[in-house]
């Protein structure tokens, strides 16, 4: 037994020791491990580092058929879809899209469900696909909740530029005028105002298209100024207003080099970034380094400890094997042992027996002193004699009994003594109730008191039981 337990304490200690080199923690789970792959991802990617937050997410994508957990699944296909959308890879999100769509049903219902829907919706129109977007983004519309008028009044924009596409000016300014039924804050986004413009240069209001992007250009970001100033610079062109023309031409080019210095600027950035990284993998080298000294300084201990538990298990043999030879003679001593109480069972048992006659004849040879007087009344008249006698017949038969008896409870009268002799020769309480002269009732309530005279701890343990202890 003791040589199993070292074998456990070993396994144990090595088990321990490895396992905090290794950093495993909860990689045995598919879902910690997909949540902590898509955590890293949503880091790098905050950072502008497409790449990697792709190769992170192809490493969770092993993992992802035993995730358990529709939400970690709805988040993982949603940084997927972002991915590929960054990418131009609309053909890919589609796909991707359709699963987060399965994933969303099991979730939180209609909001994740619909700006899915909507995603999707503009993933196919960025690949031209016009029924395939109207669709989606109609079912986005439907499973949208009723509260969320500004997502509901976004996709009636989309389906808004949808319809730019396909020169339908009528359905173009039905999805405007439901945007704005929707949320009447939406006339001021830019993508709202660009299908506007649009709409009115489709249906021939170029004056009022022109008019309208002259307001909205001030506070226009710089995407939708150069979008604007397109379709300006075409209204001043077909209107015959070449030099307006060519000055928003010239508008555009500033703010194209607006653009190219923000991307320079992102690029420099992107750069001092890249440096950061490079360092920061400089320090993980170094750590991995570190880590890997310290993992063979630990196995070079756990090989001096395993010496030291090979040294440890034959010693443990060696003692278990003493212990063996110990207990032999241990279980030899209790079988002489046990022979030795059953001898003195038999003993007691015996002495019992005898007791047993004792008070069987003891009864009888105090009857004629009993009965030797008695008053006019019926009650057995005992004088000083016939006590002392009583005393010594239960002396004959309960050797020392009265001795034993005031020695050990120097408080008692001798009347208490003489009582406690008819008690405990067994004598019948009617019997010991016409010695005194008393109902017999009365016996059991001296008897009560005589226990309390004796001693308080036998309140459990009758007094005939208690007094016959003076007789073995």
Same mark, same amino acid.
């Given at each position: 037994?003791?040589?199993?337990?070292?074998?456990?304490?070993?396994?144990?200690?090595?088990?321990?020791?490895?396992?905090?080199?290794?950093?495993?923690?909860?990689?045995?789970?598919?879902?910690?491990?997909?949540?902590?792959?898509?955590?890293?991802?949503?880091?790098?990617?905050?950072?502008?580092?497409?790449?990697?937050?792709?190769?992170?997410?192809?490493?969770?994508?092993?993992?992802?058929?035993?995730?358990?957990?529709?939400?970690?699944?709805?988040?993982?296909?949603?940084?997927?879809?972002?991915?590929?959308?960054?990418?131009?890879?609309?053909?890919?999100?589609?796909?991707?899209?359709?699963?987060?769509?399965?994933?969303?049903?099991?979730?939180?219902?209609?909001?994740?469900?619909?700006?899915?829907?909507?995603?999707?919706?503009?993933?196919?129109?960025?690949?031209?696909?016009?029924?395939?977007?109207?669709?989606?983004?109609?079912?986005?519309?439907?499973?949208?909740?009723?509260?969320?008028?500004?997502?509901?009044?976004?996709?009636?924009?989309?389906?808004?530029?949808?319809?730019?596409?396909?020169?339908?000016?009528?359905?173009?300014?039905?999805?405007?005028?439901?945007?704005?039924?929707?949320?009447?804050?939406?006339?001021?986004?830019?993508?709202?105002?660009?299908?506007?413009?649009?709409?009115?240069?489709?249906?021939?209001?170029?004056?009022?298209?022109?008019?309208?992007?002259?307001?909205?250009?001030?506070?226009?970001?710089?995407?939708?100024?150069?979008?604007?100033?397109?379709?300006?610079?075409?209204?001043?062109?077909?209107?015959?207003?070449?030099?307006?023309?060519?000055?928003?031409?010239?508008?555009?080019?500033?703010?194209?080099?607006?653009?190219?210095?923000?991307?320079?600027?992102?690029?420099?950035?992107?750069?001092?970034?890249?440096?950061?990284?490079?360092?920061?993998?400089?320090?993980?080298?170094?750590?991995?380094?570190?880590? +890997?000294?310290?993992?063979?300084?630990?196995?070079?201990?756990?090989?001096?400890?395993?010496?030291?538990?090979?040294?440890?298990?034959?010693?443990?043999?060696?003692?278990?094997?003493?212990?063996?030879?110990?207990?032999?003679?241990?279980?030899?001593?209790?079988?002489?042992?046990?022979?030795?109480?059953?001898?003195?069972?038999?003993?007691?048992?015996?002495?019992?027996?005898?007791?047993?006659?004792?008070?069987?004849?003891?009864?009888?040879?105090?009857?004629?002193?009993?009965?030797?007087?008695?008053?006019?009344?019926?009650?057995?008249?005992?004088?000083?004699?016939?006590?002392?006698?009583?005393?010594?017949?239960?002396?004959?038969?309960?050797?020392?009994?009265?001795?034993?008896?005031?020695?050990?409870?120097?408080?008692?009268?001798?009347?208490?003594?003489?009582?406690?002799?008819?008690?405990?020769?067994?004598?019948?309480?009617?019997?010991?109730?016409?010695?005194?002269?008393?109902?017999?009732?009365?016996?059991?309530?001296?008897?009560?008191?005589?226990?309390?005279?004796?001693?308080?701890?036998? +309140?459990?343990?009758?007094?005939?039981?208690?007094?016959?202890?003076?007789?073995?």
């Amino acid at each position: 037994m003791r040589f199993l337990c070292y074998i456990s304490f070993a396994v144990v200690l090595i088990v321990s020791c490895y396992s905090g080199t290794e950093q495993t923690d909860s990689d045995n789970d598919s879902t910690s491990v997909v949540v902590r792959l898509i955590d890293d991802a949503r880091s790098v990617l905050d950072a502008d580092d497409a790449d990697s937050a792709f190769s992170l997410l192809l490493k969770a994508e092993p993992y992802l058929s035993g995730c358990g957990s529709n939400e970690v699944r709805y988040d993982y296909h949603d940084m997927m879809a972002r991915l590929y959308e960054r990418k131009n890879l609309f053909s890919m999100q589609e796909r991707v899209l359709q699963k987060k769509l399965a994933d969303a049903a099991g979730t939180d219902g209609l909001p994740k469900q619909a700006t899915t829907y909507y995603e999707l919706g503009v993933s196919r129109f960025a690949q031209a696909d016009i029924p395939g977007a109207v669709a989606s983004l109609n079912d986005a519309l439907s499973h949208s909740p009723i509260d969320s008028v500004s997502f509901m009044a976004q996709c009636y924009v989309m389906l808004g530029q949808v319809y730019l596409q396909t020169d339908n000016t009528d359905s173009l300014q039905w999805a405007l005028n439901q945007a704005l039924t929707a949320d009447s804050t939406i006339s001021a986004q830019p993508v709202y105002r660009l299908a506007e413009v649009y709409s009115l240069y489709g249906q021939g209001e170029k004056q009022a298209a022109a008019d309208k992007i002259n307001g909205y250009l001030p506070s226009s970001p710089l995407y939708a100024r150069i979008e604007l100033l397109n379709l300006l610079a075409t209204i001043h062109e077909e209107q015959g207003n070449l030099n307006r023309s060519l000055s928003d031409l010239r508008q555009i080019i500033a703010c194209n080099d607006s653009a190219a210095q923000i991307e320079a600027s992102e690029n420099t950035a992107k750069i001092h970034r890249l440096r950061h990284e490079e360092q920061m993998k400089s320090a993980q080298l170094e750590q991995d380094r570190l880590r +890997a000294e310290s993992r063979a300084r630990t196995m070079t201990l756990i090989g001096l400890l395993a010496v030291a538990l090979a040294a440890g298990v034959l010693l443990s043999v060696w003692l278990a094997r003493r212990a063996v030879r110990a207990r032999q003679s241990e279980l030899e001593a209790l079988s002489l042992a046990e022979d030795a109480q059953a001898r003195e069972a038999e003993v007691r048992s015996m002495n019992q027996e005898l007791q047993q006659r004792y008070y069987s004849h003891l009864y009888a040879i105090l009857l004629p002193i009993l009965n030797a007087k008695r008053t006019k009344t019926g009650f057995i008249d005992l004088n000083e004699k016939s006590w002392r006698l009583i005393e010594e017949n239960t002396d004959m038969v309960l050797p020392n009994f009265t001795s034993m008896l005031r020695k050990n409870h120097p408080s008692l009268a001798d009347d208490d003594v003489r009582f406690c002799c008819l008690v405990v020769m067994q004598v019948p309480n009617p019997v010991i109730a016409s010695v005194y002269g008393i109902a017999p009732s009365s016996v059991s309530v001296r008897k009560q008191r005589m226990k309390k005279k004796l001693d308080e701890a036998i +309140a459990n343990e009758t007094l005939e039981h208690y007094l016959s202890k003076y007789s073995l």
